[in-house]
């Protein structure tokens, strides 16, 4: 294969130090409920529908639990040759993950505490890489991109965006613009003219407890779907936990002022008056006196998350079998037909660039070009570059 080497110009966009704030689903949501209160309306409607209807979202009354949900999924890697171009490795065991905590096998159910463990919530949801996009061609449901727009991460990051009534969109990124650590949408909140923000953004190094990120920081996905499945924070529809007791509008969450760190078998942080210097369960019944409160939560910042209850099961398959946003259509067997065929093997994409990102050499200088080449499935791939008008014109190394 002759490969071709342009220049091109790039200019990325300055991005000041960031703190990660976990998450800024909340943040976004409310700025856009302030120009559109018809979706905040819409939020609170499916909400209270579900909450009136005791959890069963069939209208013939029947609830089919067991019934597995797949959910076909395409990551976007915005990079620009960093370490943000995360590998596959990574994205491999970040649907690991999410296949293991929404299927409530993940090991770490046995620390959470007494008041909790017959509410563990098992979501008979799956997740998949595409093996086919969106027109037909084989896949590996990893898509990499060269752009500046690894530095901004806002919803203009949110490049070739497979079609959302087909596909769950992650895009991972180096920096998120409001210094958060990954954000997504309710499915009310994108419809219409809003589709082009539907999806996950997230941090490279919150993705899995693999590559450049660590299981301290494993749940963030987990937890962005959910926010895209329509599960607020435990405390509610605000970025401020440990401020205020809320409630997130599913009866088997207790009221909460949301953590930040957790208070399993420590005291509180100081700054937390009057309960400073408390330790668990005292520090978690901020709320309800005599009820504990469900701080080990995904969809909590306690960082100790390990568990969603019954009814945030419930509510995510609700979303689901609604049909907003095109969740149903998703799931749905034509379309995991089309999407996720077994047995579809994928091309390997040819990517490089030069080891000191050189776009412009001087004429007889040597440049060393690293192999970036991506989608590749075999263990013991073999490369052969042609470069035209070079003192070395064909080479089979790996990083000529």
Same mark, same amino acid.
């Given at each position: 294969?002759?490969?071709?080497?342009?220049?091109?110009?790039?200019?990325?966009?300055?991005?000041?130090?960031?703190?990660?704030?976990?998450?800024?689903?909340?943040?976004?949501?409310?700025?856009?409920?302030?120009?559109?209160?018809?979706?905040?309306?819409?939020?609170?409607?499916?909400?209270?529908?579900?909450?009136?209807?005791?959890?069963?979202?069939?209208?013939?009354?029947?609830?089919?639990?067991?019934?597995?949900?797949?959910?076909?999924?395409?990551?976007?890697?915005?990079?620009?040759?960093?370490?943000?171009?995360?590998?596959?490795?990574?994205?491999?065991?970040?649907?690991?993950?999410?296949?293991?905590?929404?299927?409530?096998?993940?090991?770490?159910?046995?620390?959470?505490?007494?008041?909790?463990?017959?509410?563990?919530?098992?979501?008979?949801?799956?997740?998949?890489?595409?093996?086919?996009?969106?027109?037909?061609?084989?896949?590996?449901?990893?898509?990499?991109?060269?752009?500046?727009?690894?530095?901004?991460?806002?919803?203009?990051?949110?490049?070739?965006?497979?079609?959302?009534?087909?596909?769950?969109?992650?895009?991972?990124?180096?920096?998120?613009? /409001?210094?958060?650590? *990954?954000?997504?949408?309710?499915?009310?909140?994108?419809?219409? +003219?809003?589709?082009?923000? #539907? $999806? !996950? =953004?997230?941090?490279?190094?919150?993705?899995?407890?693999?590559?450049?990120?660590?299981?301290?920081?494993?749940?963030?996905?987990?937890?962005?779907?959910?926010?895209?499945?329509?599960?607020?924070?435990?405390?509610?529809?605000?970025?401020?936990?440990?401020?205020?007791?809320?409630?997130?509008?599913?009866?088997?969450?207790?009221?909460?002022?949301?953590?930040?760190?957790?208070?399993?078998?420590?005291?509180?942080?100081?700054?937390?008056?009057?309960?400073?210097?408390?330790?668990?369960?005292?520090?978690?019944?901020?709320?309800?006196?005599?009820?504990?409160?469900?701080?080990?939560?995904?969809?909590?910042?306690?960082?100790?998350?390990?568990?969603?209850?019954?009814?945030?099961?419930?509510?995510?398959?609700?979303?689901?079998? /609604?049909?907003?946003? *095109?969740?149903?259509?998703?799931?749905?067997?034509?379309?995991? +037909?089309?999407?996720?065929? #077994? $047995? !579809? =093997?994928?091309?390997?994409?040819?990517?490089?660039?030069?080891?000191?990102?050189?776009?412009?050499?001087?004429?007889?200088?040597?440049?060393?070009?690293?192999?970036?080449?991506?989608?590749?499935?075999?263990?013991?791939?073999?490369?052969?570059?042609?470069?035209?008008?070079?003192?070395?014109?064909?080479?089979?190394?790996?990083?000529?």
């Amino acid at each position: 294969m002759k490969y071709l080497i342009y220049i091109l110009l790039a200019f990325p966009l300055f991005v000041g130090a960031q703190q990660d704030n976990w998450c800024g689903t909340s943040e976004l949501t409310n700025d856009l409920w302030a120009t559109h209160p018809e979706l905040k309306e819409a939020f609170y409607e499916q909400m209270a529908q579900f909450r009136n209807s005791n959890g069963v979202f069939d209208k013939d009354g029947e609830e089919p639990d067991t019934i597995i949900f797949t959910i076909p999924v395409v990551f976007h890697v915005l990079h620009e040759y960093g370490v943000e171009n995360i590998s596959d490795a990574q994205i491999h065991r970040q649907i690991d993950i999410l296949n293991r905590d929404y299927a409530k096998l993940n090991a770490d159910t046995a620390s959470v505490i007494p008041e909790f463990q017959s509410i563990i919530g098992k979501a008979y949801i799956r997740f998949k890489l595409a093996t086919q996009d969106p027109v037909g061609n084989p896949t590996t449901g990893i898509v990499r991109h060269f752009t500046h727009e690894s530095n901004i991460g806002d919803a203009y990051s949110k490049l070739d965006q497979w079609p959302r009534s087909r596909y769950l969109n992650i895009w991972t990124v180096k920096k998120i613009y /409001s210094g958060a650590a *990954g954000y997504s949408q309710y499915p009310t909140n994108v419809e219409g +003219a809003a589709g082009f923000m #539907d $999806g !996950v =953004v997230v941090l490279h190094n919150y993705v899995a407890d693999n590559g450049t990120s660590n299981p301290y920081s494993s749940r963030a996905v987990t937890h962005e779907v959910g926010h895209y499945l329509g599960l607020p924070h435990v405390w509610g529809d605000n970025n401020d936990p440990m401020q205020a007791c809320g409630d997130d509008g599913i009866e088997d969450t207790p009221r909460t002022r949301g953590y930040d760190f957790c208070p399993l078998n420590q005291s509180y942080p100081s700054g937390y008056p009057p309960h400073s210097g408390k330790t668990y369960p005292d520090n978690a019944m901020i709320c309800n006196d005599t009820v504990v409160e469900n701080f080990q939560n995904y969809m909590d910042y306690s960082y100790c998350s390990h568990m969603f209850t019954q009814l945030q099961v419930k509510y995510m398959r609700t979303s689901l079998k /609604s049909n907003t946003s *095109g969740r149903m259509t998703m799931v749905s067997e034509a379309n995991l +037909a089309n999407s996720i065929p #077994d $047995g !579809v =093997v994928a091309d390997p994409v040819a990517d490089f660039f030069t080891n000191s990102k050189e776009i412009v050499s001087c004429v007889g200088s040597s440049v060393k070009f690293n192999n970036y080449s991506w989608g590749i499935t075999t263990s013991s791939p073999t490369y052969t570059w042609t470069f035209e008008d070079a003192d070395v014109t064909t080479s089979n190394d790996v990083n000529p």
